[in-house]
């Protein structure tokens, strides 16, 4: 069956543009996260779905990310203008529920010039 | 102090060797425990999963957690040039409906060389 997909799986931005990130998650999952993998912080968690609401964005480091989830399903992350310290690997996962296993997407990496 | 450490290593090892890998925490408040496989360019995928103390073994895996020095540990036995990967630990609490709230360690990077 299929897995969680992302995309792109890379992008190159310039600094000061926004970006957009997409994660399709695994049919039926209610739950869905996105995580942000970086060589000196490793992988922190950034926002939690339940549906289409977020009830935890606790991990967003500033108010230049955004996400959304629609129609249950497709979320989009989005970063208005970029900086270089956002360069990572941005990993999307989703599980059934939030007590069940989070199943993760290859995630997009994003490189800020 | 982050709240999980973990070696980043790298570690290379002979086939067939018995890997240890490990990881510490200062939050008491951690319940599950959990080891996590990610091989280059691919998301992390679960590889063993514990509620609180004790020992889970499957296959050449086997999962320890020590609570009470707030250590986990993870062991793979007879090891294959396909366990090549970087492998996380992650945690997280049993409150407040926040069990979903992963806390990852930095990932140690292991080869198994044939």
């Known amino acids: 069956g299929a897995g969680v997909s992302q995309s792109p799986s890379n992008k190159v931005t310039e600094k000061g543009k926004d970006v957009e990130l997409r994660c399709d998650p695994i049919?039926?999952?209610?739950?869905l996260y996105w995580y942000r993998q970086s060589l000196g912080q490793g992988l922190e968690f950034l926002i939690y779905?339940?549906?289409?609401?977020?009830?935890?964005k606790s991990g967003l480091p500033s108010d230049r990310f955004s996400a959304e989830r629609t129609g249950g399903s497709v979320s989009t992350l989005t970063i208005q203008r970029t900086q270089q310290e956002d360069s990572a690997v941005y990993l999307c996962?989703?599980?059934?529920?939030?007590?069940?296993?989070?199943?993760f997407g290859p995630g997009t990496r994003l490189t800020v010039l | 102090q982050k709240e999980v450490e973990q070696d980043p290593g790298p570690l290379s090892v002979p086939e067939g060797a018995i890997v240890s890998l490990n990881c510490t925490y200062s939050?008491?408040?951690?319940?599950?425990f959990m080891w996590y496989r990610q091989y280059s360019r691919k998301g992390p995928e679960l590889l063993m999963y514990t509620y609180s103390s004790g020992n889970k073994e499957d296959g050449r895996f086997t999962a320890q957690v020590d609570k009470s020095s707030k250590y986990i540990s993870l062991f793979i036995r007879d090891s294959q040039p396909s366990d090549s990967a970087t492998y996380l630990c992650?945690?997280?609490?049993?409150?407040?409906?926040?069990?979903?709230?992963?806390?990852f360690g930095k990932g140690t990077l292991l080869t198994v060389n044939p």
């Open positions: 779905f339940q549906g289409n609401s977020a009830p935890d």
């Open positions: 939050n008491s408040a951690f319940q599950y």
């Open positions: 049919s039926g999952h209610t739950a």
């Open positions: 996962a989703s599980s059934f529920s939030s007590y069940n296993e989070q199943f």
């Open positions: 992650a945690m997280s609490r049993n409150s407040g409906g926040s069990n979903y709230k992963l806390t």
